[in-house]
DNA sequence: CTGAAAGCGCTAACAT
DNA sequence: ATGTTAGCGCTTTCAG
């Protein structure tokens, strides 16, 4: 009786088991355990299921297994192209080991990122969570019940990758006071940011020591809107260069400096941090701290592969894993946005009234 | 058994029932069917469910249901900003609507999203197909499994939302023609664009109707780096003016431009299509067609919904349902990349030998 | 190496 | 309105 109406309904193991005159739990090992069986089983069961166009039930399969070899990426932004990288990088390495990747928009907002974590924990066997707007101890709370890895937040006791922009900072001030610069204002992220604060701090730490002065404004979305008034704020405070946290702002900005007339970087110099996409394109192209985020990406998801691997054995060998934190270095790269300070550096520019749209 | 490392036992609808003193059936219902029970019970098993910190369990429940609450969307490539509107569009009415959404990157691959389509069909409830590289009997095929909408390509029997780019395509003429250009060359994306070559159709016959001269160059990957080649070619051609089949393809070639001295619009002028993020920061700035493509993802979601929502019964009460076809305007936005045509059209630009890195 | 049987957590008929 | 009882499709003991 091989009456089967045109792929009509769904071809369960059962069917397959069957067709072939074994049991079902031998077409289930031929399947997920292939050295399980012998080999002319496996090709057997092999052979009917693909003829029977077979697919696993994921959802089945994952009831009884506990596994959904499903991973999720957190983003807090989905529009900012800086996760472009990150998509790319985790993608590749969780397709190229058999998981499949849910990416989730957080909103840039902390009690959205945390109701996803809770909802994703039956569906997903680990999560990467990138630049969460989540505190510390909610985050580890998180993982103790779910393999988690986050990029760029370092927390003790939850595995990490972060991209090492304050080091590089250095160099930034570095190429800032080679050009004349005396003055270097910080244009922050959002509160939330651990990266962004990070940041302000390093500049801060990098200006003393030059003995330049250093004054932060902000703090601001990280969008393009935002970069307007992060400009206005720059331009307000006379500084002849600024740092922004990232390059969205920055290129924000430098649509607003072109509106006011300020020339960049004849007036004002400006610096990106990622190195996203639009920084090599915009006008002019963006000096800006580039970081390796789809490198980041494949990283962070062999770790989380890792974790999974041994879950309830989180001490390595050596006592503590090798792979706990891993940190990745960024690089200066120099575009047209910067540029020599201004030969008088405080009446080049007269801040004046404008309306903050 | 494994336990997840460090997590409490998953707590279970049992465990709810229990602490409550009701079935198990009243507590799925209390949970999922509101309506069909009395006000109290919801409220005591509502209590009862979030003091113990109970979360259904998704594969279980749509084991059962046969529903996954979940909906694909599939589209080329991740890293092309145009799909970020899209992707805020869906995600937008999705989650509204009670559904989560997953993003899969067919990377510009005709195999990878057949193969997507298949293993998707267990996993979600629907998907959106966003320019899809498969051809018209695959999604016919694929459709009848499996509820689909289709952005950017119209088949008949598959509900489809698509941006009526061609249609605009008169308007860009004129507003080059206005401008003094009577040569115009089409940069053409992928073969497997149906987009693309309604674009194409479109513009050759908008300039066959206006007697000037049209030819295509191409095709080409819709990419940055590929507006290289696009540019070269464009040179090559001699026209006066290049419509990109899309933005990134343009700016792409706005660099290029910029690197062999040739100016935009001074020698050549440059339309891009969708007006995706970039071409308004980009240099000079991209005249470009709008697309109203955050729109358009909220649209084909709804249909994908309504799709759902009736399956079995594909045919309305007025014989064929409204929705089965919905077509969004685009408006030319005029920026700083086009202008007057060169006074001697040909001689102001000379190809010459150089090698496309 | 293979088969039989017991569930995974939930929903959906049926009862009551 | 609520309780009882079958499974959904698969993996996994446990036997043989």
Redesign the interface.
């Known amino acids: 009786m091989v009456e089967r109406a045109g ?1 009509r309904d ?1 071809v369960t193991i059962v069917d397959v088991a069957q067709a072939a005159g074994v049991a079902t739990s031998t077409v289930s090992r031929a399947l997920s355990k292939p050295e399980r069986v012998s080999e002319r089983m496996r090709q057997r069961v092999l052979a009917v299921a693909n003829e029977l166009g077979y ?1 696993p ?4 399969r ?2 009884t297994s ?1 596994r ?1 070899h499903n991973v999720a990426l957190l983003i807090p932004d ?2 900012n ?1 800086f996760f ?1 990288g990150l ?2 990088g985790t ?1 590749a390495q969780a397709r190229a080991r058999g998981y499949f990747q ?2 989730v ?1 957080t909103e840039e907002s902390a009690s959205v990122e945390a109701s996803y974590l ?2 994703l ?3 997903v066997d680990g999560v990467i969570v990138a630049a969460s707007r989540l505190s510390d101890s909610e985050l580890v709370t998180a993982s ?3 393999p988690i890895v986050t990029i760029n937040r370092d927390i003790e006791g939850v595995p990490s990758v972060v991209i090492d922009t304050p080091r590089a900072m250095g160099n930034v001030l570095d190429h800032l006071v080679s050009l004349g610069h005396a003055s270097v204002a910080y244009a922050a992220g959002p509160v939330t940011s651990w990266s962004s604060s990070r940041r302000w701090k390093a500049l801060q730490a990098a200006a003393r020591s030059r003995h330049i002065n250093c004054q932060k404004i902000g703090p601001f979305t990280p969008t ?1 809107q935002a970069g307007a008034s992060a400009a206005d704020a720059g331009i307000h405070s006379r500084a002849t260069a600024i740092v922004f946290f990232n390059d969205l702002l920055a ?1 924000g900005a ?2 607003r400096f072109s509106e006011r007339g300020v020339s960049v970087p004849g007036d004002i110099s400006v610096v990106g941090c990622d190195d996203s ?2 920084a ?5 192209p963006l000096t800006t701290l580039a970081a390796p985020i789809e490198h980041a990406g494949r990283v962070a998801t062999d770790m989380l592969l890792a974790t999974i691997q041994n ?4 001490i390595g060998p050596g006592g503590l894993p090798a792979w706990r934190h891993e940190r990745l270095t960024t690089f200066l790269t120099i575009r047209a946005s910067t540029g020599p300070a201004p030969a008088t550096s405080s009446s080049t520019i007269r801040p004046e009234k404008v309306s903050t749209a």
Do not use: H, W
Request: hydrophobic share 35%.
């Open positions: 792929g769904n697919y039930n994921p959802q089945a994952s009831l506990g959904t989905i529009t192209p472009f998509f790319r993608q849910l990416v928009n809770a909802e924990a039956k569906s103790s019940s779910l393009l290129i430098l649509q996409f639009g090599d394109f915009c006008n002019p879950r309830g054995a989180d």
